[in-house]
């Protein structure tokens, strides 16, 4: 019962929490950045429906990240890493399950119900630990320091090999999720846009 709970936990989070990874990516392009508060918007809305009644905790969220650069900044922070942290918890095959919605829009849904194979084979593994091997696999291979003798590089390429497929299925989906999530968390800030464009118009 407490491991269904656990998961219950960390999928809710992603949920809860993805919004702030669109605004990380957002605030981390020149072009973009200034949409990066919409995606603020959208997770105090989602957060307004978690707490309910509870409508102090919502006004102090939206008086500490909302008003100023620095809180938005702050804010941006800790909530997209709570996304990369539940996200980094999820099974492999459970990641396949969170993400065929979009495997469908991409390919169609039989072809993304196919695709479970694929992901099934790295059942038992997480996201989290897939990104962290293939990630910590690059760093040997580069060695730019020398560090690493023959052996661990030899070692790392294996791995990566291994691991590339997936890791770049990864990356793809959580690439086209953002794109999924993207409009509507940039649509208040082009209402704000237009409005004042208009205005000095």
């Known amino acids: 019962m407490a491991e269904e709970n656990k998961t219950a936990k960390y999928l809710e989070d992603i949920a809860l929490y993805q919004y702030a990874d669109v ?16 995606g603020l918007e959208k997770l105090a809305s989602d957060f307004e429906k978690v707490l309910g009644e509870n409508k102090e905790i919502l006004e102090g969220f939206k008086a500490g990240a909302l008003a100023s650069k620095e809180g938005i900044g702050i804010a941006i922070g800790i909530y997209a890493q709570k996304y990369q942290n539940a996200l980094g918890k999820l099974d492999v095959s459970e990641f396949y399950d969170l993400r065929l919605k979009t495997l469908g829009s991409i390919l169609g849904n039989k072809k993304a119900q196919e695709t479970k194979a694929v992901f099934e084979k790295y059942k038992g593994q997480t996201v989290g630990s897939i ?9 040997i291979i580069n060695d730019e320091y ?10 790392a390429k294996k791995t990566k090999e291994k691991l590339e497929s997936v890791y770049n299925l990864i990356t793809l989906l959580e690439d086209r999720n953002y794109e999924e999530l993207m409009p509507e968390a940039t649509k208040s800030v082009y209402k704000k846009l237009v409005s004042d464009a208009l205005e000095k118009a």
């Open 131 to 139: 990104k962290k091997k293939y990630e910590q696999a690059i760093i």
């Open 23 to 38: 605004s990380k990516r957002l605030v981390s392009n020149e072009q973009t950045a200034k949409f990066a508060m919409g």
């Open 146 to 155: 020398d560090l690493f003798d023959e052996k661990r590089k030899e070692e």
